[in-house]
Nanobody, 124 residues
Framework: QVQLVESGGGLVLAGDSLRLSCVAS????????MAWFRQRPGKGREFAAG????????QYADSVKGRFTISRDDAKNTVYLQMNSLKTEDTAVYYC?????????????????WGQGTQVTVSS
């Protein structure tokens, strides 16, 4: 099992950048595929970005593609979400999640370990 803690959220202006971090403990991060999900106000939780356990494959939701970058540093047991050109629509609670496998389609149900989330608010 692995415990996940997100950080780096905050209040920013549209067009700004923000970097989220997710630190794993209990187990080595390298054992897991990692993903970021988000829940926007009044909406359900949705996939944003994912990275395979091997680090060589990433996947992004269309809504964030070209603006967000997911990366991992297994030596630091940390996964990152670099968010650029932020829009008000990106306002959400962002959750880090871990999965022991990897599939062509990243679905919330496959991820067994979750952080508590970090709030990102983008104002215009």
């Amino acid at each position: 099992q692995v415990q996940l803690v997100e950080s780096g959220g905050g209040l920013v202006l549209a067009g700004d950048s923000l970097r989220l971090s997710c630190v794993a403990s209990g187990r080595a991060l390298k054992e897991y595929s990692m993903a970021w999900f988000r829940q926007r106000p009044g909406k359900g939780r949705e996939f944003a970005a994912g990275i395979k356990w091997s680090g060589d494959i990433t996947q992004y939701a269309d809504s964030v593609k070209g603006r967000f970058t997911i990366s991992r540093d297994d030596a630091k047991n940390t996964v990152y979400l670099q968010m650029n050109s932020l829009k008000t629509e990106d306002t959400a609670v962002y959750y880090c999640a871990a999965d022991v496998g990897w599939g062509l389609e990243i679905v919330e149900e496959d991820y067994e370990y979750w952080g508590q989330g970090t709030q990102v608010t983008v104002s215009s």
